[in-house]
């Protein structure tokens, strides 16, 4: 589908020579305008890819005509070329504030008008459109939708989580109290075994006891 160029200009020869210019570009419509009332009418109407407009005309000027169309939130990512006479002071300062995207100056060759016009509609295209996906990108992407959609949700998810840990810590010994049983048992266990002092004794005795019952070495040797 051709891109729509929507031509404002008040002199019919500026028109005619544009005509001329795009004649046999089949990328590119030619729709023509010679106000700039007209000219804001047909953009809204419309929608073209490119407005190029003459900025010096009669009733309503080439910054006037800018300024309405990117003040319009349905209009601003419209790109506009402004065209200016080269015999006429140039105020780019002024060109940008109206918002204009760039200017061309008349009189000017078929090549570079072509050149410029094409450029900014692509720019504006790459600008405004989403790359196109590939059928291993929507493939992989309706995967992916499929798998989040019965996954719980994450904050759910983190709930549970918290929830469960909660439960588990709840069944668990308290520290403090696990501290105290861990040392009654050790208390228990000590006291069953037979004090050190008191063991030293036992073994003393019993050691006296067995020397008594034994015969005193001099009196066997008299025997």
Known sequence: MP?????????????????????NDPDI????????????????????DLVLCD?????????EVTEAIKSDPDLEDIPVLLMVSSHKTIDETKINESGANDYVTKPFGG????DEVKAHICAEAILTSEPE????EIA????????????????????????????????????EEAAEEIEEVAVEEIAVEVPAEEAAEEIEE?????????????EAAEE
């Open 133 to 136: 996906k590939t059928p291993a």
């Open 55 to 63: 900025l010096y005309m009669s009733e309503m000027d080439g910054y």
């Open 111 to 114: 090549d570079e008008l072509i």
């Open 140 to 175: 992989i992407e309706e995967v992916v939708v499929e798998e989040i959609a019965v996954e719980v949700p994450a904050e759910e998810a983190a709930e549970e989580i918290e929830e469960v840990v909660v439960e588990e810590i709840a069944v668990e010994v308290p520290a």
């Open 206 to 218: 019993v050691a006296v006891e067995e020397i008594a019952v034994e015969v005193p070495a001099e």
């Open 29 to 48: 419509e030619i729709i023509n305008v010679d106000n700039g009332a007209d000219a804001i009418a047909k953009t809204k109407d419309i929608k073209p």
């Open 3 to 23: 891109k729509k160029l929507l031509v404002v200009d008040d002199s019919v020869t500026i028109r005619t020579v544009i005509g001329l210019i795009f004649e």
